[in-house]
Protein backbone atom coordinates (compact mmCIF):
# COMPACT_ATOMS: atom_id res chain seq x y z
CA UNK A 1 0.00 0.00 0.00
CA UNK A 2 1.47 3.63 -1.03
CA UNK A 3 1.30 6.23 1.57
CA UNK A 4 1.48 9.60 1.71
CA UNK A 5 5.09 9.69 2.82
CA UNK A 6 6.23 7.35 -0.40
CA UNK A 7 5.03 9.71 -2.21
CA UNK A 8 6.08 13.36 -1.14
CA UNK A 9 9.73 14.00 -0.26
CA UNK A 10 10.63 17.01 1.88
CA UNK A 11 13.81 17.98 2.42
CA UNK A 12 15.19 18.79 6.37
CA UNK A 13 15.34 23.32 6.24
CA UNK A 14 17.95 24.70 8.07
CA UNK A 15 16.26 26.66 10.88
CA UNK A 16 19.22 29.21 11.52
CA UNK A 17 21.92 30.36 9.08
CA UNK A 18 24.87 31.21 10.20
CA UNK A 19 26.25 33.50 8.30
CA UNK A 20 30.34 33.03 8.40
CA UNK A 21 30.29 29.11 8.32
CA UNK A 22 31.96 27.67 5.50
CA UNK A 23 32.03 25.01 3.34
CA UNK A 24 28.09 24.87 2.99
CA UNK A 25 28.10 27.37 -0.43
CA UNK A 26 27.34 24.98 -2.76
CA UNK A 27 24.28 23.76 -1.04
CA UNK A 28 22.80 27.58 -0.09
CA UNK A 29 23.03 28.40 -4.02
CA UNK A 30 21.67 25.02 -5.77
CA UNK A 31 18.73 24.72 -3.12
CA UNK A 32 18.00 28.50 -2.64
CA UNK A 33 14.43 29.36 -3.84
CA UNK A 34 13.49 32.60 -5.70
CA UNK A 35 10.14 34.01 -5.86
CA UNK A 36 8.92 36.51 -8.48
CA UNK A 37 9.22 38.84 -5.99
CA UNK A 38 12.46 37.86 -4.88
CA UNK A 39 13.97 37.86 -8.67
CA UNK A 40 12.73 41.31 -9.23
CA UNK A 41 14.78 42.27 -6.24
CA UNK A 42 18.04 40.54 -6.85
CA UNK A 43 18.08 41.87 -10.66
CA UNK A 44 17.85 45.11 -9.06
CA UNK A 45 20.31 44.62 -7.19
CA UNK A 46 23.11 43.56 -9.74
CA UNK A 47 21.69 46.19 -11.49
CA UNK A 48 22.84 48.51 -9.05
CA UNK A 49 25.95 46.57 -7.94
CA UNK A 50 27.34 46.49 -11.85
CA UNK A 51 27.52 49.95 -12.07
CA UNK A 52 29.76 52.62 -11.09
CA UNK A 53 28.36 54.52 -8.51
CA UNK A 54 28.59 52.15 -5.07
CA UNK A 55 25.09 51.52 -3.64
CA UNK A 56 23.68 50.35 -0.57
CA UNK A 57 20.81 47.54 0.29
CA UNK A 58 18.83 47.09 3.42
CA UNK A 59 17.25 44.16 4.04
CA UNK A 60 13.93 44.06 6.53
CA UNK A 61 12.14 41.54 7.37
CA UNK A 62 10.13 39.78 10.59
CA UNK A 63 11.44 37.29 12.39
CA UNK A 64 11.90 34.01 10.34
CA UNK A 65 11.14 35.56 6.97
CA UNK A 66 14.28 34.60 5.45
CA UNK A 67 16.56 37.06 5.81
CA UNK A 68 19.75 35.21 6.92
CA UNK A 69 19.36 32.83 4.10
CA UNK A 70 18.87 35.52 1.39
CA UNK A 71 21.87 37.18 2.69
CA UNK A 72 23.77 34.52 2.96
CA UNK A 73 22.59 33.44 -0.88
CA UNK A 74 23.97 36.82 -2.00
CA UNK A 75 26.85 36.67 -0.30
CA UNK A 76 28.09 33.05 -1.93
CA UNK A 77 27.17 34.48 -5.59
CA UNK A 78 28.83 37.31 -5.34
CA UNK A 79 32.65 35.64 -3.70
CA UNK A 80 31.94 32.70 -5.63
CA UNK A 81 31.53 33.71 -9.24
CA UNK A 82 32.57 29.74 -10.29
CA UNK A 83 28.85 28.86 -7.79
CA UNK A 84 27.09 31.21 -9.95
CA UNK A 85 25.98 28.21 -12.60
CA UNK A 86 24.21 26.46 -9.54
CA UNK A 87 21.18 29.01 -9.32
CA UNK A 88 17.84 27.36 -10.01
CA UNK A 89 16.18 30.63 -11.76
CA UNK A 90 17.21 30.69 -15.39
CA UNK A 91 16.74 34.41 -15.80
CA UNK A 92 18.75 35.33 -12.23
CA UNK A 93 21.48 32.85 -13.20
CA UNK A 94 22.36 34.18 -16.23
CA UNK A 95 22.30 37.57 -15.25
CA UNK A 96 24.74 36.83 -11.98
CA UNK A 97 26.99 34.57 -14.83
CA UNK A 98 27.48 38.06 -16.63
CA UNK A 99 28.32 40.31 -13.74
CA UNK A 100 31.19 42.23 -14.03
CA UNK A 101 32.58 41.65 -10.36
CA UNK A 102 33.80 39.66 -8.03
CA UNK A 103 33.78 40.65 -4.34
CA UNK A 104 35.62 40.15 -1.06
CA UNK A 105 32.36 39.78 1.33
CA UNK A 106 33.15 40.63 4.90
CA UNK A 107 30.27 38.62 6.94
CA UNK A 108 29.75 40.17 11.05
CA UNK A 109 26.54 40.54 13.08
CA UNK A 110 26.51 43.91 15.29
CA UNK A 111 26.31 43.55 19.02
CA UNK A 112 23.82 45.11 20.11
CA UNK A 113 25.00 46.97 23.47
CA UNK A 114 28.58 48.03 22.75
CA UNK A 115 29.88 51.35 23.38
CA UNK A 116 31.53 51.25 20.42
CA UNK A 117 30.59 53.81 17.38
CA UNK A 118 28.97 51.39 14.65
CA UNK A 119 31.92 52.90 12.20
CA UNK A 120 34.34 52.03 14.55
CA UNK A 121 32.85 48.49 14.89
CA UNK A 122 32.25 47.78 10.53
CA UNK A 123 35.91 49.07 10.15
CA UNK A 124 37.86 46.83 12.34
CA UNK A 125 35.53 43.51 11.35
CA UNK A 126 36.28 44.62 7.39
CA UNK A 127 40.10 45.03 8.50
CA UNK A 128 40.31 41.69 10.51
CA UNK A 129 38.63 39.73 8.10
CA UNK A 130 40.53 40.99 4.72
CA UNK A 131 44.12 40.26 6.61
CA UNK A 132 42.40 36.83 7.84
CA UNK A 133 42.36 36.17 3.84
CA UNK A 134 44.49 37.86 1.79
CA UNK A 135 47.41 38.48 4.26
CA UNK A 136 47.02 42.25 3.88
Known amino acids: MTTVRDLIQFEEVTDVVQLRKAGDE ?4 SKYVISDALRGHLLYMFQQMASDTHRSFNVVGNYGTGKSHFLKFV ?24 FPRRFAVVRFECPAAKEVPLRRIFYDEVQD ?8
Do not use: F, N, W
Open 26 to 29: EDIV
Open 129 to 136: QLEERYDV
Open 75 to 98: AVILEHPELRSLIRDPGVRQVALE
